[in-house]
């Protein structure tokens, strides 16, 4: 966390917590549960890991659902320290590129707001959740992926629909953003290939698939 400067990046991104564990501390222990092969908060309090912090999972629960949590700035934070340490000449390499795809992000909830139906090419099957549009960029040596945006396809009907959660949200606030972006087509979406440009990204090519 020190390497990659986590609590200066929270506090450039205009993130403030007023009290409870800090915000890189909640993150710390985010990002290590992928690592100890948990997939969710739950399973992490049921495992013997639950002993490495006194914190409950209520705090994390509450800064994953905190709308002005500013994840994009954040993720961008990080995507730029990594291209510091691992390609500080910041030469645009031959092979470079903006790699954009998709991947299906299955969920079980049918309460999940703007939770949709989504054909998963893999498996030759609908399935319940979203579509995540991932960008990385590979720099000729290491892959970063520094955006990603949330899509909703075919609306739930008949024995799958059930009322979503609604919740509201401050307009221009980074919750409100991704909700709108949930109901954006994914062609639309890859102008976030401007975004990554703006933050100081630069690559030879853009590679998509044709889906």
């Not at 509450?62 to 961008?76: A, C």
């Amino acid at each position: 966390m020190g390497t990659f400067k986590l609590n200066a990046i929270i506090r450039k991104a205009g993130f403030v917590k007023q009290d409870g564990y800090g915000a890189a501390e909640i993150l710390a222990l985010m990002m290590m549960r992928p690592l100890l092969l948990l997939n969710s908060v739950h399973s992490l309090y049921r495992s013997e890991f639950q002993k490495i912090t006194t914190m409950k999972k209520a705090a994390i629960y509450r800064l994953q659902n905190r709308e002005r949590m500013p994840w994009r700035k954040i993720l961008y934070g990080v995507a730029k320290q990594c291209q510091t340490l691992t390609h500080p000449q910041k030469v645009v390499a031959d092979t470079s590129a903006f790699i954009i795809d998709d991947t299906t992000d299955a969920r079980v909830g049918r309460h999940i707001e703007n939770g949709s139906c989504v054909f998963d090419h893999v498996i030759g099957k609908t399935k319940l959740g979203f579509k995540d549009l991932v960008l990385g960029y590979f720099d000729g040596k290491s892959f970063t992926p520094p955006d990603f945006s949330i899509h909703a396809e075919q609306a739930l009907r008949g024995k799958t629909r059930k009322e979503p959660y609604k919740k509201a949200s401050a307009p221009g606030s980074p919750g409100n953003t991704r909700r709108k972006e949930c109901t954006v087509d994914k062609i639309t979406s890859i102008t976030m290939v401007k975004r990554v440009v703006k933050h100081g990204f630069r690559a030879k090519y853009v590679l998509t698939d044709s889906g």
